[in-house]
């Protein structure tokens, strides 16, 4: 589904570097979502979003900032890296009264 | 707190034999239940959920709640549905837990 994109699909960085996840989705979706997939927890949620300009934390959000000027995008910061944020993330967009989600490709990300 | 629990992690079957993947959940309320399905290099995809009361790609999953469980049921497994499979829930529109995943082989 071309209505959910991200980008890079690939990222290598170093410890202590910023690094900016992007998320767009064409839907006009009211809520977004970043997950992280890690081997053995499956996703966790990091931070979602109800519309533009509110977010909330959800289980682990430690280590990550998010903002949400506008409806379609939804960027997620990673404001000094650690090796423990390696991970695949994914965002995810759904529109009220539906509870399910559309998720994108994913981000590989790679902190050495 | 809302929990879902997959415990396996791994499951292998022959082409054409019933497959199961187990899904339990604690949730106080009445949540939505969800199968996603992420097959080699995609992005997860729904499978089924539990209000449609659907039948997706021969997959059934029917929501037991005395036991609190969600369990993905199909009757002759194809090659094709080799993947990982996670069950999820949401309590609301903020939120959804997934359980740890299962991958799935169904081999030859």
């Known amino acids: 589904d071309a209505g959910i994109t991200q980008s890079p699909r690939y990222k290598i960085t170093e410890t202590g570097r910023q690094v900016t996840l992007m998320c767009h989705q064409t839907?006009?979706?009211?809520?977004m979502f970043w997950y992280r997939q890690d081997l053995g927890h499956g996703l966790r949620l990091i931070y979602y979003s109800a519309a533009a300009d509110i977010t909330d934390k959800g289980e682990v959000p430690d280590g990550y900032v998010v903002s949400r000027s506008k409806t379609e995008n939804f960027p997620l910061t990673l404001e000094s890296a650690t090796r423990s944020q390696t991970s695949v993330y994914f965002c995810?967009?759904?529109?009220?009264?539906?509870?399910?989600?559309?998720f994108g490709p994913g981000t590989r990300l790679t902190v050495t | 707190a809302q929990r879902v629990t997959q415990p396996e992690k791994l499951l292998s079957v022959f082409k054409g034999a019933p497959v199961e993947l187990k899904c339990n959940y604690s949730y106080s309320g009445s949540p939505e239940l969800f199968w996603y399905v992420q097959y080699s290099r995609q992005r997860l995809q729904l499978l089924l959920r539990?209000?449609s009361r659907e039948s997706i790609k021969g997959f059934t999953a029917d929501l037991n709640k005395g036991e609190t469980s969600f369990h993905l049921k199909k009757p002759f497994a194809q090659e094709e549905d080799s993947a990982m499979y996670y069950c999820?829930?949401?309590?609301?529109?903020?939120?959804?837990?997934f359980g740890a995943g299962t991958r799935l082989t169904v081999k030859p």
């Open positions: 839907w006009s979706h009211s809520y």
């Open positions: 999820a829930l949401s309590p609301n529109y903020n939120d959804m837990r």
């Open positions: 539990h209000i």
């Open positions: 995810a967009s759904h529109g009220a009264p539906t509870y399910e989600q559309y």
